[in-house]
């Protein structure tokens, strides 16, 4: 086993170790622990067995195992980018909800108090119905 | 009937007066005329020159959500407050607020849900600048490759909307492309639209305000990633 095999391994047990413990803290959902897993079990093999990657390679048509593992990466790469920008997209419109619902609801009680002040102010005093 | 006029602000302070002084105070077949000015997370004074004015509700965004923010806030407010007509106008001045009684006509006829205020459409359109013709060309042709739907101004933000049409319409956009968005909305809903012709007033303030050339290209990237997702 060469000495990459190993950093690579120890890289994709200490991945691992955090999905496991994302997972038990609950935030990662069973379906994104599974994803995760996948993704780290293939990588594993890929790096375990080199032949392997070779192997799909040539029933690809691609020539080297390598470039088979740098393609996925890339795909896999894009997928995860669109669905962050998706998951920030979700939490600008969840900000942008929660900022409008505050602006009219500070204009209700700003309102409230402005028409509290003027009752107030309105009703006759004790001491001016005494007269 | 009651009408809102919706008027998103960031940093307007030297412009919003004007556009609120020019809303008309009584139009005929409208019992109620409800002006809202929404403070988009301004830090000039935008929100203490607007609430001088009595007549006018503040609503204040406590951070900066760009115009699709500040429009859902504004529709929000329709909707709760059962307004049966929603007009919405820029507030750098470039609109002419006098034309609102005419724009409304064909809401209140029942031969239109949504009028468009059409810079287009104007005999005085040659006033224009080319650099905006050819932006708002790219908009109308980016509008119609996504939603299928031509018009002739997709980035006007003069607008008037009736009670079916501010129920129906939901728009996701934060920034600026909520302008294209709306079309969308128009087409699934199965809304009447009408488009009338509106005055382009294009000053130097107003020119570098607004959808500059530098961002057209943003917003069409965010749209389609919108579309997309």
């Keep these: 086993m060469s000495i990459v095999q190993v950093i690579l391994i120890v890289f994709i047990i200490f991945a691992v170790s955090r999905a496991i413990l994302r997972l038990r803290q609950g935030n990662l959902t069973a379906l994104g622990f599974a994803f995760w897993m996948s993704i780290w079990i293939l990588a594993l093999i890929g790096v375990v067995f080199p032949e392997i ?3 799909i390679a040539k029933f690809l048509g691609i020539g080297r195992g390598v470039d088979v593992i740098i393609y996925l990466s890339i795909m896999v790469l894009y997928y995860l980018v669109f669905r962050i920008y ?4 979700d939490l600008r419109q969840e900000i942008t909800k929660l900022v409008s619902s505050l602006s009219i609801e ?3 009680l700003i309102n ?6 003027k009752s107030k102010s309105s009703r006759p005093s004790k001491a001016s119905n005494k007269k | 009937m009651n009408l809102v006029v919706i008027i998103p602000a960031f ?9 609120i002084k020019l809303i008309p105070k009584k139009i005929s077949k409208i019992n109620k ?8 997370g301004s830090t000039d004074n935008t929100y203490f020159v607007a609430s001088k004015y009595k007549n006018v509700t503040v609503l204040k965004h406590l951070i900066n959500r760009g115009l699709g923010g ?3 806030t504004g529709f929000e407010f329709a909707k709760k407050f059962n307004f049966d007509l929603l007009v919405t106008l820029d507030s750098d001045g470039q609109h002419d607020p006098r034309e609102i009684p005419r724009l409304i006509r064909p809401i209140l006829k029942g031969k239109a849900d949504v009028v468009i205020g059409s810079r287009l459409k104007s005999d005085e359109m040659r006033q224009m ?13 980016v509008t119609f490759v996504m939603f299928l739907f031509w018009t002739t101004d997709s980035q006007s933000g003069f607008r008037v909307f009736s009670k079916k049409a501010v129920a129906k319409i939901s728009i996701r956009s934060q920034k600026m492309e909520v302008s294209s968005e709306f079309f969308k909305e128009f087409k699934s809903n199965n809304l009447k639209i009408v488009e009338l012709p509106i005055k382009p007033i294009y000053t130097r303030y107003s020119r570098l305000k607004g959808q500059t050339n530098i961002n057209s290209l943003q917003i069409i990237t965010r749209l389609i990633l919108n579309i997309a997702r």
């Design chain 1, 112 to 117: 409230l108090i402005r028409n509290s002040r």
């Design chain 1, 53 to 55: 990657s070779t192997d």
């Design chain 1, 86 to 89: 998706i998951i920030i997209e």
């Design chain 2, 70 to 72: 500040a429009l859902q």
């Design chain 2, 33 to 40: 005329i409800k002006i809202v000015v929404i403070d988009d």
């Design chain 2, 11 to 19: 940093n307007e302070q030297k412009t919003i007066s004007n556009v």
């Design chain 1, 106 to 108: 500070n204009e209700r």
């Design chain 2, 129 to 141: 600048p080319l650099d905006r013709l050819i932006i708002n060309f790219i908009g109308n042709l």
